[in-house]
């Protein structure tokens, strides 16, 4: 038939760019995303070109504003199994990372019209937390609603994850938001009007050593209590759920079939729709610049689209809460660490569950698209914004997927990138009320599972918000616990 | 496609293609091999399971990737043929030839937004997630382990090159004759690039050989995947192909010069996808590193010095040309090649491989020609990639319809350790990009703006 295609790697044609743009999708990253052009076996050597006149013609991008999408290694397809050959000097910390100066708050991608000067509510992110929170304020009939977000949708941590969605986790508030969470997925697509394609193929996490064994023991226990059917598993039975794994040095591992994986960006998308829908406006690639303060209140947020008057701030800026509180001086104890991740050539479905060697932090699951997307946590990695792309990693995780998955050695890496975990001290979130100024409210540090948390999180928030009734959790979590002694550390964290 | 006579090749073998015999020569791209014999559909495209087959011939698109030796998703195109090794296609049922998948893209002619398709819709929207994650992918699980890779190799040099065509060899000519410590990484088995396999003037200089460099200094069959940094300092990763395998390389150094071209770039036509449309680049690389006819009766489309220079080395080689349309919206001029025409709104015709090309004359007149093979003659894109990572600005350049790293006439970048030559900085032709060659190596060495 007569197609006009753009990117032949994924099937993408002239209209359906075209229907991005017209959606409002218009700086190159996002078209990237919502059409998944260059996102194939060439990366978009044959086909940026064409998306860039594609915007350019479009008449709805400033001068200056047809930005490329980031280059991201490698250039060629390249074997996990060169890659892991390259030496790593596991004694000292990763340094560096590409590409340099990542600017995905571009000034010519910046509309030029002023931001409302006055909102009841203004969310600072507009990654999953804050959108999705923007979202339960509407349903609930709060419209007047401002959600800022510095860079593109999905230019933070929400688009930059793995999509993995499980309910093993090793305490009790977490395990019961994550059961929420995924119900709330599996209505989603009837909910907002598009995909996020949950797939249950379950989560395997395998112990190597007797602690780690130990606490995924353990952690079953509780699971089975609150109604989650995880199974501890011999190396053999694991080996029974993926035929192709070694289970090398593997004491034990455990398995919950209900656990998944999900695409993150569609949620993105589809909470800011929503949003927009009931006349909430998500303002992308603006800047908040500072507050302005009196008698304990946030009373006007500045960005560099102008002031904006409100009743409440929502702090849901991922890992740059910390710099972003820093300028009401709020000192929160989040760190960001980088988490880098990569993703293959596609393959036809051979994998069902997402796979995590617990002791080592590598993780590893199937697509939807038939990619291998993975990564793991590097214990020297400093704290720092950085989201640059390490030799380092790609040959730390290629080492440790052979060593139980060898049958892919012959697969080729297509791209690389990373994205920063928003840590905090017992790696359980910042919620509810800032103490000093009451109507700021934190909404983060989620250490690299917000993603999967944020429908519940978001949910349970924005009815705390509209209702006046107390809600435990924002007691639980909040940042005075830190000052009061009382933590309880969540120990299921992967990397 | 047919083997032009009096040309050099190797050793006449054979390959077992779907456990056919074809016949091939020992060290061509093994892509070259099937076309040669008549094989134009290499694959099935990934959603809509629209045939495939070689478009760009340098690893730049997909088009024409294949099962190879139990590994899936080879660039055939990239892979010297061998005798007896083992071809197979990927994504069809239950072949290439008859693809019961094609009808995807009979039933959704204005395409199929998978963002929301049966969104919400009960019973369907999970069994859509079900079919979904069936057709979704590209080839099998290999059949066998990789084998152990040698260690990678680290080399430390004062300047490092990516891309030894025309500016890479000219600048790497320069640096060797003012005895500067370098390494040049090149993709080929050959330096010189377009000046071998490009459609280039008469009078084009002569392309360079390793052995006119220093000993050691030219890495041939080494392609760099990435411009990375580490507590040492920042360093090429490159992948070399050698005889005893695949092995990765490290070269770091002081300052990087990058010089690798550009990508073919397809221009969205109707059907530009069909087996048949071939970037000019790819034509006239078949033509003059491996002596293949890429069509008998050819249209080429395209703009300018391109255009133009691809005819004459069709016609020189022996091709018919049905058309040559300059799509750059201009009459052409005195210089252009006889016969050009004014054209726009392309679209390929045929079902599984080209079988002619229609479009509108600039007088509006609708055009129809039968052809075997459109060939699209424009400058390519800039392959701004390693330069980003480094930290250079890039552009989007409209007159080039392309994004291309911006740099000073020598070179220099926004990043002061990365240089850039040739077509990286856009729209050279090979005399002008082996100027800028030079000019770079003399601001490598420090010489004056």
């Keep these: ?495 | 496609m047919k083997r032009l006579e009096g040309f050099q090749r190797g050793k006449a073998i054979t390959v077992d293609f779907e456990g056919e015999s074809i016949s091939a020569h020992e060290g061509e791209p093994v892509a070259c091999s099937l076309l040669a014999s008549g094989e134009f559909v290499f694959s099935r495209s990934i959603k809509y399971h629209r045939p495939r087959g070689p478009f760009c011939m340098e690893g730049s698109c997909s088009h024409c990737l294949l099962r190879v030796d139990g590994v899936p998703n080879v660039f055939t195109c990239q892979t010297p043929a061998r005798a007896g090794m083992r071809l197979d296609r990927q994504n069809a049922y239950p072949s290439v030839k008859v693809d019961i998948f094609e009808s995807i893209d009979w039933l959704f002619p204005r395409g199929l937004d998978h963002h929301e398709m049966f969104a919400g819709v009960p019973v369907a929207e999970h069994v859509m997630a079900k079919v979904a994650r069936h057709l979704a992918g590209l080839g099998l699980l290999p059949e066998k382990e990789a084998p152990a890779r040698m260690p990678a190799e680290t080399l430390r040099v004062s300047i490092a090159i990516a891309g030894g065509g025309v500016a890479g060899s000219a600048a790497a000519k320069v640096l060797a004759e003012r005895g500067a410590s370098f390494a040049l990484l090149e993709r080929e088995d050959v330096l010189g690039g377009k000046l071998r396999s490009g459609a280039v003037p008469k009078d084009a200089e002569k392309p360079l050989s390793s052995a006119d460099l220093p000993k050691g200094s030219v890495r041939i069959n080494t392609t760099a995947v990435g411009l990375y940094d580490d507590e040492h300092g920042r360093y090429f990763a490159a992948v070399s192909h050698g005889p005893e395998g695949l092995r990765l390389l490290k070269v770091y150094a002081e300052q990087f010069l990058v010089c690798i071209g550009g990508h073919p770039r397809l221009p969205p036509f109707e059907n530009n996808d069909l087996p048949g449309v071939l970037a000019g680049p790819a034509a006239s690389a078949l033509i003059r590193r491996h002596g293949i006819l890429p069509g008998e009766n050819v249209a080429v489309v395209g703009q300018g010095e391109s255009l133009k220079l691809l005819a004459e080395l069709l016609k020189a080689s022996g091709a018919q040309l049905a058309a040559v349309v300059d799509l750059s919206g201009a009459d052409p001029g005195p210089n252009a090649f006889p016969g050009t025409v004014s054209g726009r709104e392309l679209k390929a015709r045929g079902r599984s491989q080209v079988a002619g090309l229609a479009f509108t004359r600039k007088d509006g007149e609708k055009m129809k020609v039968r052809c075997d093979l459109v060939a699209v003659a424009l400058p390519p894109s800039p392959s701004f990639e390693l330069a980003r990572q480094g930290g250079a600005k890039v552009v989007f350049r409209p007159e080039l319809g392309a994004f291309a790293v911006e740099a000073d006439e020598s070179g220099r970048t926004a990043a002061k350790d990365i240089f850039v030559a040739g077509g990286v900085t856009g729209g050279l032709d090979v005399r002008a990009s082996a100027e800028s060659g030079r000019r770079a190596a003399q601001a490598l060495l420090g010489g004056g703006r």
């Design chain 1, 1 to 495: 038939m007569s197609k006009q295609l753009v990117c032949p790697c994924e099937d993408v044609t002239v209209d359906d760019v075209n229907a991005a743009i017209s959606k409002g999708y218009c700086d190159m990253e996002s078209v990237k995303r919502y059409t998944g052009f260059g996102t194939g076996i060439c990366q978009g050597k044959s086909c940026l070109s064409s998306v860039a006149n594609l915007l350019a013609q479009s008449g709805k991008v400033k001068d200056g504003g047809v930005l490329p999408f980031t280059p991201r290694p490698p250039l060629q397809p390249t074997e996990l199994s060169l890659f892991a050959s390259a030496p790593v000097d596991e004694s000292r910390p990763p340094v560096g990372g590409v590409p340099v100066s990542l600017h995905f708050t571009h000034h010519a991608l910046r509309s030029d019209a002023p931001v409302p000067s006055r909102a009841k509510v203004v969310i600072i992110g507009g990654g999953v937390m804050g959108l999705a929170l923007a979202h339960n304020l509407g349903m609930r009939g709060e419209r007047d609603v401002v959600v800022l977000e510095k860079g593109y949708l999905c230019a933070g941590a929400s688009g930059r994850n793995g999509g993995g969605v499980r309910m093993q986790w090793g305490t009790s508030a977490n395990i019961e938001l994550a059961k929420r969470s995924i119900d709330l997925m599996k209505q989603f697509a009837r909910d907002m009007g598009i995909n996020i394609w949950l797939r249950q193929g379950g989560y395997l996490f395998l112990a190597k050593n007797k602690a780690i064994a130990d606490r995924l023991e353990k952690g079953a226990a509780l699971h089975n209590r609150h109604g989650v059917p995880t199974q501890i598993l011999t190396p053999d039975a694991a080996r029974d759920v993926v035929p192709e794994l070694t289970m090398k040095g593997v004491q034990l591992a455990a398995y919950n079939k209900e656990d998944g994986v999900i695409f993150p960006w569609p949620f993105l998308w589809g909470y800011a729709q929503s949003c927009q829908k009931v006349g909430i406006k998500v303002e992308t690639f603006t800047n908040v610049l500072g507050f302005e303060i009196s008698q304990g209140q946030v009373r006007k947020v500045k960005t560099d689209r102008g002031d904006i008057a409100c009743d409440q701030v929502v702090l849901a800026a991922g890992a740059w809460s910390p710099e972003v509180a820093r300028l009401a001086e709020v000192k929160l104890p989040n760190e960001p660490h980088r988490h880098e991740i990569l993703s293959t050539e596609p393959l036809k479905p051979f994998l069902g569950p997402l796979v995590s060697v617990l002791d080592s932090g590598l993780y590893f699951s199937q697509s939807m698209r038939g990619e291998i997307v993975g990564g793991m946590g590097d214990p020297k990695e400093p704290a720092a914004l950085n989201m640059g792309s390490t030799l380092r990693f790609v040959s730390r995780f290629a080492n440790a997927l052979l060593e139980q998955l060898p049958v892919v050695g012959h697969i080729k890496v297509l791209r690389q990138w990373a994205g920063c975990y928003d840590v905090t001290p017992d790696n359980n979130p910042i919620l509810g009320r800032t103490p000093g100024l009451a109507n700021l409210l934190q909404m983060s540090g989620f250490v690299g599972h917000g993603f999967m948390m944020a429908p519940a999180v978001a949910e349970r928030m924005a009815a705390w918000m509209t209702s006046g009734n107390d809600d435990e959790l924002f007691t639980r979590f909040n940042l005075d616990r830190f000052a009061r002694g009382q933590l309880e550390r969540e120990d299921m964290i992967i990397g």
